[in-house]
Structures are given as C-alpha cells and as structure tokens.
T-cell receptor, first 114, second 111 residues
Framework: DTGVSQDPRHKITKRGQNVTFRCDPISEHNRLYWYRQTLGQGPEFLTYFQNEAQLEKSRLLSDRFSAERPKGSFSTLEIQRTEQGDSAMYLC????????????FGQGTRLTVV | TQLLEQSPQFLSIQEGENLTVYCNSSSVFSSLQWYRQEPGEGPVLLVTVVTGGEVKKLKRLTFQFGDARKDSSLHITAAQPGDTGLYLCAGGKTSYDKVIFGPGTSLSVIP
C-alpha cells in the first residue's frame, strides 16, 4: 500500500461549476476524514466516515458540499456551484477505528476557483 | 465546541537554538497528536501522546502531555533547517470523536 492517494492534485475551475475530488485511503483503514486548509492555517474539519457511514459533517459546511464513501473504501467530495471562497487545499486522511486516531494524510487537492 | 490553540503562531530562530511550542485547550482530550507539514504537502504524523503527564522523545524532539490532558508541548533541541515547517497539534475528545486541529505554529530555522 502506498498510502493515502488523492486525485486530482490540482483543480482550476470557474465560479459556479461543480467539482469532485477522490480519496483512496490506506486499505485497512476504516476511518476517513476530509479537511479544508487555507494558507497558514490548520486543517478545518469537514466530515468523517466510519466505513460507509458518515458520522459527522461540520455545521460550518454549506449544503453545496457533499461527501460519500459508498463501499467503505474510496471517498468523494463534491462541491456544487463553486465560489471563490472555496479556493483552498482539500485534504483527505485515514486511520484505524481502534486506538488513538493517528491519521495519515494524502497530498491534498489544491482547488482554485476563478 | 472543542478548540485547540497553539502558540506562538510564528517562530523564526537560528540554527542550533532550542524552542518550545504549545498546544492548549479548555477541553480534555483522549489523546493528542503532533504533525509537521511542509508547503504543498499533507501533514505527517510525528507522535501520539495518550497518558496525562506522558513524555515522548523522538531524536531532538520532546513531546509532553499535560497531567489533565488539556495541553501539550513540543520542545526541539538544537534546531536544524530541516525542522522548518508548520507544526500542528490535533486530537479528539474520545477515540471515536472527530479529530480537530489547532491553527499551527510556523517554524523557520535559519542556517
């Protein structure tokens, strides 16, 4: 296993378009997280899954954001009707369910909304 | 709402100096993790502290978890330019809770 993989690494989109990002976690990890990070800030929690169940979604997240993990393996994060304020690094991480939540991160998807 | 605060926000030091960065909360955490992040990359896990009062050492880095499990510190001895990066603390209220991150301490070690 090569670790957490995110695709694409970079995405430039026009305001109002929809975008979808993919995350492939470490295969034996059943916990998966999505975070958003802007320059110089810590990662901001968006949502997390235990297998295919979405356990929590940030109350700060608008209805334009949705995430799925249909088979408990890979996950997708979709942003509808993108806005310039959505420009950020979107990070995915995975961990085991048991024990301390030691998260392993992908390299992120850099989204630029123009 | 559980929040993690970190201080200082920025730190610029000369190679060879020692430094300490802090992570604080008003909430109790089941464990705290420390990560280091370089520009354009995802955070990389350095250590997990679980028991109140616990001290862990990783080469020149020493991590401590507060007795009440509400705070933690990271001490770097004889900093090197390769230590440059964003240091993040993170944790969950329980082992099964969401993991939140602090805002980070941006460290720059000047040769």
């Amino acid at each position: 296993d090569t670790g957490v993989s995110q695709d694409p690494r970079h995405k430039i989109t026009k305001r109002g378009q929809n975008v979808t990002f993919r995350c492939d976690p470490i295969s034996e990890h059943n916990r998966l997280y999505w975070y958003r990070q802007t320059l110089g800030q810590g990662p901001e929690f968006l949502t997390y899954f235990q297998n295919e169940a979405q356990l929590e979604k940030s109350r700060l997240l608008s209805d334009r954001f949705s995430a799925e993990r249909p088979k408990g393996s890979f996950s997708t994060l979709e942003i509808q009707r993108t806005e310039q304020g959505d420009s950020a690094m979107y990070l995915c991480a995975s961990s085991l369910w048991e024990g301390p939540p030691e998260a392993f991160f992908g390299q992120g998807t850099r989204l630029t909304v123009v | 709402t559980q929040l993690l605060e970190q201080s200082p926000q920025f730190l610029s030091i000369q190679e060879g100096e020692n430094l300490t960065v802090y992570c604080n909360s008003s909430s109790v955490f089941s464990s705290l993790q420390w990560y280091r992040q370089e520009p354009g990359e995802g955070p990389v896990l350095l250590v997990t502290v679980v028991t109140g009062g616990e001290v862990k050492k990783l080469k020149r880095l020493t991590f401590q978890f507060g007795d009440a499990r509400k705070d933690s510190s990271l001490h770097i001895t004889a900093a090197q330019p390769g230590d440059t990066g964003l240091y993040l603390c993170a944790g969950g209220k329980t082992s099964y809770d969401k993991v939140i991150f602090g805002p980070g301490t941006s460290l720059s070690v000047i040769p």
